[in-house]
């Protein structure tokens, strides 16, 4: 997951990177609402980690002008305490939550999880599908009902995959949403951290739950077993395969 930091406080801006880091995350950070307008507007970011004070384009700005263009990633506003003029605004203005500082570093990353999932049309903390389990919250990983031992970069990419089940992810969607622009990137790492992965999850090879699309991406292919946010447009008449049923399906297939 990629994450843009924008923070003119150096020390706080340091210290969020740095945990963010260190939990797997790919983190872009810059200190003015001007460069923090670009990065939003530039990179495949998942979420971002806005200040409201900034200098050169007030938080608010620049997130009003984000979701103007139709950056639609969700936004985690940062306000000082008693500041509940400026929750209201941030909110009004688009973002999706908020802190009061100073705040404790659990609560950001939570709060991270659940916006992230939420966005990816998940509920609940535990996302599940053809019998691979992956706890958001305690950052683990079940398969068919066994524990597994991931670094904190396979637990990423793996929950990029299932975060996206049933979809196609290009090798470069992976890398720029798994590596920040500081990053050393190399697609054959990536093809041996995939390769790892499925050894891990899969080592008797009964359930091949990561698909390679001729060389050219992945698909976790076990479909997400419900949606939250089926949008109308994506809803179509299930006819053909599964005529007994005759109901409404979201574009997973599943009849709802
Ligand atoms: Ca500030």
């Not at 924008?6 to 963010?20: K, N, S, V």
């Amino acid at each position: 997951m990629r994450v843009l930091v924008i923070e003119d406080e150096t020390p706080l801006r340091e210290q969020l990177t740095a945990q963010l880091r260190s939990e797997g995350y790919a983190v872009d950070a810059v200190s003015d609402g001007i460069e923090g307008l670009y990065f939003g507007n530039e990179y495949p970011v998942d979420i971002a980690i806005l200040d409201l004070g900034l200098p050169k384009l007030s938080g608010i700005e620049v997130l009003k002008r984000w979701r103007s263009e139709g950056r639609t990633f969700p936004v985690l506003i940062l306000t000082a305490r008693g500041g509940w003029q400026d929750r209201v605004a941030g909110l009004e203005a688009g973002a999706d939550d908020y802190l009061c500082k100073p705040f404790h570093m659990p609560e950001v990353l939570a709060r991270l999880r659940a916006l992230v999932r939420r966005a990816a049309g998940w509920a609940s903390s535990v996302v599940s599908a053809g019998g691979i389990e992956l706890d958001t919250s305690a950052q683990n990983v079940r398969a068919g009902g066994v524990p597994v031992e991931l670094t904190a970069f396979e637990y990423k990419v793996l929950e990029y995959l299932m975060l996206h089940a049933g979809e196609f992810v290009s090798k470069t969607d992976l890398t720029e949403h798994l590596y920040d622009e500081d990053a050393d990137r190399d697609s054959n790492v990536l093809e041996v951290l995939v390769a790892r992965l499925r050894r891990k999850l899969d080592p008797q090879r009964t359930l091949a739950p990561i698909e390679t699309l001729r060389g050219r991406g992945y698909r976790f292919r076990f479909e997400r077993p419900h949606s939250v946010s089926v949008k109308p447009h994506e809803t179509t008449l299930n006819v053909g395969n599964k005529p007994e049923q005759n109901g409404f399906t979201n574009r997973s297939g599943h009849t709802r």
